[in-house]
């Protein structure tokens, strides 16, 4: 059992948010019941989610994806307040962490998905410092890193594949990361996966001749919150289940 102070401090003093300028509030986004047992993760606190939680008897949701966001007129009508009459109706508290969640050394997304794919990154890149990239481990292609991205997270991938130049340096930015592609060229990848393509990345790639591959946000952001999570969890000694909503996005 943890206090919810102790795992909002917890939680902060893993992920640091005060080092990054976010698009919305990191930390407790949603307040209930003051003493936490049970958590659930998350990729993003859809409806879907906090019902599952809720089905869990979660104490507390943990995602990367929370609900308020930079823009929002701050009204809760709509899907918006359901989510929210959702989580305050059963007391759960819901925790959100963007950013640091993506960039966390060892336990964020991006981290989490270099491993899967046998990744290190030995340097950051892009605004915030947020993208990742290493050295390309075995004698690669853009052609097998998507296949190997098909098979880890079991969906289809977008290639444009490049020129053709040896791999030696792998990019990586989970999630809607494809505007540091440019940045990532400029940090010297041979390749750049991250979860979205946009119209001119396709063209990018040919002109520039490195490789991009897309294979889906929520697919690239599965793990950062799940591992936070754990860890969190064996720390306070909470009892944790990782919950995924599948999302074709
Ligand atoms: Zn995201």
């Known amino acids: 059992m943890a206090t919810l102070q102790q795992l909002l401090q917890a939680c902060d003093g893993l992920l640091q948010p005060e080092r990054f300028r976010d698009y919305g509030p990191n930390g407790l986004q949603v307040e209930g019941r003051p003493e936490v047992r049970r958590l659930v993760s998350g990729v993003t606190a859809s409806r879907a989610l906090i019902d599952a939680a809720v089905a869990e008897g979660a104490d507390a949701l943990l995602v990367h994806h929370g609900l308020f966001w930079r823009g929002q007129d701050g009204r809760l009508t709509g899907w918006l307040g359901e989510r929210v009459r959702r989580l305050m109706a059963a007391g759960v508290n819901l925790f959100a962490y963007h950013l640091p969640l993506d960039a966390h050394a060892e336990l964020g997304n991006n981290a989490q998905l270099g491993r899967r794919l046998g990744l290190v990154a030995d340097a950051r890149f892009g605004?915030?410092?947020?993208?990742?990239?290493?050295?390309?481990?075995?004698?690669?292609?853009?052609?097998?890193?998507?296949?190997?991205?098909?098979s880890a997270l079991g969906r289809a991938v977008t290639l444009v594949p490049g020129d053709g130049r040896p791999l030696r340096r792998v990019a990586w930015c989970t999630g809607g990361a494809q505007g540091y592609f440019e940045p990532a060229i400029a940090a010297g990848a041979d390749v750049f996966i991250t979860g979205e393509i946009s119209e001119p990345q396709a063209h990018l790639a040919r002109e520039c001749g490195v490789g991009f591959i897309?294979?889906?946000?929520?697919?690239?952001?599965?793990?950062?919150?799940?591992?936070?999570?754990?860890?969190?969890?064996?720390?306070?000694?909470?009892?944790?289940?990782?919950?995924?909503?599948?999302?074709?996005?």
């Open 214 to 249: 897309a294979c889906g946000h929520h697919a690239s952001e599965r793990y950062g919150a799940e591992a936070v999570a754990a860890h969190v969890a064996a720390q306070l000694g909470l009892s944790h289940r990782h919950i995924d909503i599948d999302n074709p996005a």
């Open 127 to 150: 605004e915030q410092q947020l993208g990742f990239i290493g050295t390309a481990a075995a004698a690669r292609t853009p052609e097998t890193l998507a296949d190997q991205l098909r």
